[in-house]
């Protein structure tokens, strides 16, 4: 492990959407600072360059992972490359915050996993809403035992017409991006949900992944991944955690519309015998006997990049665990896994 300076000093390789909000949240980090870039297109580099002003601009990924000025990477790349690109980082004893999802195959996160922790380097794995405002909130309300024993998650991510046919047609190719709707927004509903009930340990899994909505990706595309995704997570102790996310689905008037027109919601619920929080809208409903009394909660709302970098820069700093952790990436992918297994066995997975 290379000894860190005063300043931690941050390349991203992968110049998408998230690696935008990943520069201005290494850019409101108090000693922390963005030294390089890579991107493969020449347009994403000029504009990323433009706005955010790094160091060095590389195309290659593996060109920023050679320089010795970079202690961490931020992994923005394609689902396909977050194993080697991370693996490489950390041969090259830089700590990484890998975008969702960890890796495509959980057997992956368990070589990344057994990197890391025996050449002590920090991975960290992008789930920036366990740093919004409202899980925040609800978390320590958790935490403080206001709910009481938890027994029961819903985790809510739904879009009625959002296959993401017009970013990089990777995302639609299995191969690629490990799967469709549960990798992309499944990864976020079942994680929010799981972090609230205080990650425990999942002992059986079963779902359902469908795709019937193949009409909606140009022929030219290969879509051969899941339009939508349900199903349950037992865990130790007996709670359960049950989703529901569609990138398309003929959803029902109650969810709402989003700018765009297209029906979409995402949710969280967690039950417990004292209390019941939701996110969205932000309430807490306690059992008070007869009743249930209703109590409106403040929360910001919004994707907080910054809390999750300064979360991760303390870690590299402390080398205490960063809030998304390196076994919780571990278990988040066992249970993704897992729907999987259970889809085409059509049976319940014991992990
Ligand atoms: N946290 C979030 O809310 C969030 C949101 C969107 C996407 N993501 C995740 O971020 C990742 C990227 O998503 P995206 O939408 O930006 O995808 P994208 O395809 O738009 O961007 C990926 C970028 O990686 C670059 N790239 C590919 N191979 C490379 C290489 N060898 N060297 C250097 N650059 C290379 C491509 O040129 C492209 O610009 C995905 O894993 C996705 O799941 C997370």
Redo the contacts with the bound molecule.
């Keep these: 492990m290379k000894a860190i300076g005063d300043t931690i000093q941050l390349g991203i ?7 935008h ?1 990943h520069a201005e949240a290494i850019a409101a980090t108090p000693g922390a600072r963005l030294v390089a870039c ?4 020449e347009q ?1 580099r000029e504009e990323f360059a433009r706005v955010h002003r790094p160091d060095k601009v ?7 992972l050679a320089d010795p000025d970079v202690d961490a990477v931020i ?5 396909y ?2 194993f080697p ?1 991370t693996m490489s980082a950390l041969a090259a004893g830089k700590h990484v915050l ?4 960890p890796t495509l195959h959980a057997a992956d996160m368990r070589k990344v996993r057994a990197r890391a922790k025996s050449d002590r380097l920090v991975y960290s794995f ?4 366990r740093f919004d405002g409202r899980t925040v909130v609800a978390r320590r309300l958790i935490e403080s035992g206001r709910l009481g024993n938890i027994y029961f998650a819903r985790a809510l991510f739904v879009r009625s017409r959002g296959i ?1 046919v017009g ?2 047609g ?2 639609l190719d299995k191969s690629k ?1 490990g799967g469709g709707a549960l ?2 927004l499944g ?2 509903a079942i994680d929010t949900a799981w972090y609230l009930m205080g990650c425990p340990k999942a002992e059986t899994v079963s779902g359902t992944v469908f795709q019937h909505f193949g009409s909606l990706v140009p022929e030219r595309m290969h879509y051969d991944v899941e339009d939508s995704a349900y199903g349950q997570i037992r865990f130790e102790g007996g709670a359960a955690l049950h989703f529901e996310v569609s990138w398309a689905a003929n959803l029902s008037d109650d969810i709402p519309s989003n700018a765009q027109g297209k029906r979409e919601a995402h949710n969280t619920i967690v039950y417990g015998d004292a209390a019941t929080i939701r996110l969205s809208p932000f309430g807490l409903f306690e059992n008070t006997g007869d009743t249930v009394r209703d109590t409106r909660l403040e929360g910001a709302v919004g ?1 907080n ?1 910054a809390g999750q970098m300064a979360n991760f820069v303390d870690a590299i700093r402390t080398g205490q665990d960063p809030v998304n952790s390196v076994d919780q990436a571990v278990d988040l992918m066992d249970m993704l896994e897992a729907v999987y297994r259970s889809s085409k066995s059509g049976r319940e997975v014991v992990l």
């Design positions: 390789v992968g110049l998408g959407w998230p690696g909000r890579a991107d493969l297109g994403r590389y195309v290659e990924y593996d060109e920023l992994v923005g790349l394609p689902n490359l977050h690109a890998c975008e969702k999802p992008g789930r920036q809403a993401p970013i990089g990777w995302f991006a990798i992309d990864v976020h994707s990049f």
